[in-house]
């Protein structure tokens, strides 16, 4: 590594050691779901934005860091290894690629500093109880009244709605021809009169995602991007975006605190589990495999700081990223052994009382194995993925 590059992440760890704190280190070390919640998420985009180091990925020009693809690289790296909460990417790694690729001026202005600042929350209305991986069947109507489009319908699986006070959303504008043609993306204001959020609770008894129902709500046209039943080529670019997801730096985090545990736990016969040949076998494999993504990602995210979009690449990505978080989930259960059954949800929240049961790694094992699940699901599922590249990359 380059002296400069040395003196960066010298710089990028002092900072995180002074700014990220306890609090959200704790919050970060029990959070078992994707995200965490959102007065967490904002606490800590605050810090960032304060520091300017909110949206590396971003352009200089609408509030990135202008840092090179080496030390947006260090930066991830060095906030996985200090335990910092993910983001919430809906609105800095989702919207805002196509806020800037398809606004208007008007449009660009309005949105990308609150997006950057965090005084707007977003969530994603794309899926809907008949269109999930046939995302291009989507019925949610919407039907023009002057300077408003009248909603009528339902979005599912809506993460972080109940947070939201924004969400972008695909509707349908037009029958006519094939069904990706009538479809067009609406940035809307989650309090139009109209709009219902429900709870839906996840195997891990968490409440992520929702089902939203929308009832003659009216949205303002000027909260359309791009052009009326050409909404599809946005919500394609924006889902590669979703998906080109850098996993590499949270994997390694993920596998240290494997190494750590295993180093903690005893095999039965005196010695630590991690010196067990068939968990060393595993952890290296997991390493290799790591290693390997890192390498891919570097590629992708060079492509994405040049303002080109990821392509299929990010379907490779998102693969490999998620199956490989599996396999690491699915060791810390083993690892977690009979305190696996014991459900520790009261324990692992922020701040409680409750006391852990068993080895540390059990008191999160569980949940983010059954969490994790859902990973090699949104954003398009995992064969959706080996569909693309099948026709996209191999020409089949
Ligand atoms: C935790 C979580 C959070 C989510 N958050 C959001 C969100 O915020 N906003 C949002 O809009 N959506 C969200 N989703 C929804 C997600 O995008 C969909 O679940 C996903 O696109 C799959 O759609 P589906 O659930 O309808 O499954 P289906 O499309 O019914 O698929 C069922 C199974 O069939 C397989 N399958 C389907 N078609 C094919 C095919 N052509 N070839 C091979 N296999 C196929 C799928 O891979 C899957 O295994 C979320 C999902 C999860 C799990």
């Known amino acids: 590594m380059s002296g400069d590059l040395a003196a960066f992440r010298a710089d990028v760890r002092s900072w995180l050691a002074a700014n990220l704190t306890d609090e959200l280190r704790e919050v970060s070390a029990r959070s078992t779901s994707v995200f965490v919640d959102k007065q967490h998420t904002l606490k800590w985009q605050a810090i960032l934005h304060k520091k300017g180091w909110v949206a590396p990925s971003w352009p200089a020009q609408y509030g990135g860091t202008g840092w090179s693809e080496a030390e947006r690289h260090i930066f991830a790296s060095e906030c996985a290894l ?67 489009y009248i909603l009528n319908g339902s979005k599912i699986w809506t993460t972080h709605a109940h947070f939201a006070n924004k969400m972008f959303c695909l509707v349908r504008t037009s029958r006519e021809g094939r069904p990706q043609q009538g479809i067009t993306f609406l940035l809307l204001d989650m309090d139009t009169p109209g709009i219902t959020v429900r709870p839906i609770h996840s195997i891990a008894d968490d409440h992520d995602f929702n ?15 791009g052009e009326e039943d050409h909404g599809w080529s946005v919500a394609k670019y924006l889902l590669e975006f979703e998906r080109a997801v850098a996993h590499s730096a949270g994997l390694k985090a993920a596998l240290s605190e494997i190494v750590r545990h295993t180093r903690a736990l005893p095999a039965g016969d005196g010695g630590a589990m991690l010196d067990q040949p068939d968990i060393r076998r595993r952890i290296s494999g997991l390493a290799a495999q790591i290693d390997a993504i890192e390498a891919s990602e570097d590629v992708v995210m060079a492509q994405v700081a040049r303002g080109r979009n990821p392509g299929p690449a990010a379907s ?16 810390a259960v083993e690892l977690a052994g009979d305190y696996a059954a014991v459900s520790q949800y009261a324990a692992r929240q922020p701040g409680s009382n409750v006391e852990a ?33 099948a026709k996209m990359v191999l020409g089949l």
């Open 357 to 389: 049961i068993g080895p540390e790694v059990a008191l999160t094992a569980v949940a983010r194995y059954f969490n994790g699940r859902a990973a090699s699901i949104y954003g398009g599922s995992n064969e959706i993925q080996r569909n693309i590249i």
């Open 211 to 225: 089902q939203v129902f929308f009832e003659d709500a009216r949205v303002p046209v000027s909260g359309r991007l």
């Open 82 to 148: 200090a335990g910092a909460p993910p983001l919430a990417p809906m609105g800095l790694r989702m919207v805002a690629p196509a806020i800037m690729h398809y606004g208007t001026e008007a449009q660009k202005a309005q949105y990308l500093p609150r997006i950057l600042s965090g005084e707007d929350y977003w969530c994603q209305g794309y899926s809907e109880p008949g269109s999930g991986s046939d995302l291009a069947s989507l019925s949610l109507r919407a039907e023009r009244d002057g300077d408003h």
């Open 316 to 331: 490779m990505l998102k693969i490999q990223g998620t199956e490989t978080a599996q396999k690491v989930q699915e060791l």
